[in-house]
């Protein structure tokens, strides 16, 4: 794939009873925090944005860090942007409603 810029939103969805979700939540955001992907939490979910090759990186890396740490189960709901022929940022998709 290219080099631009693309955003996404991630949302993990613990299908769990050992813990609180949110508890696996909060941990799939500090992976998210660790990493060099620019990002914004929100209420239902967590929009990050850079390089294509790095945000799918963390897709994988918040997947294998869950699997790592014996959650159960959970649900990875994914949107992904891309343009194929430059950046797409969320600033420009949002800086009309700042």
């Known amino acids: ?3 631009y810029i693309i955003n996404a939103s991630i949302q ?7 813990r609180h979700p949110y508890e696996w939540v909060d941990e799939a955001i ?6 060099n992907v620019k990002y914004e939490v929100g209420a239902f979910s967590t929009v990050v944005e850079g390089k294509y090759s790095d945000v799918m990186q963390l897709i ?3 997947n294998e860090y ?3 740490r014996e959650c159960n189960e959970w649900i990875a709901s994914v949107q992904i942007q891309i343009r ?3 950046d797409i940022t ?7 409603f700042k």
């Open 84 to 86: 194929s022929k430059g």
């Open 1 to 3: 794939m290219h080099s």
């Open 90 to 96: 969320g600033d420009e998709k949002t800086e009309k």
């Open 12 to 18: 993990i969805l613990p299908v769990v009873q050992d």
């Open 60 to 62: 994988n890396d918040i």
């Open 66 to 68: 869950l699997y790592s």
């Open 30 to 35: 500090a992976v998210i925090q660790k990493s």
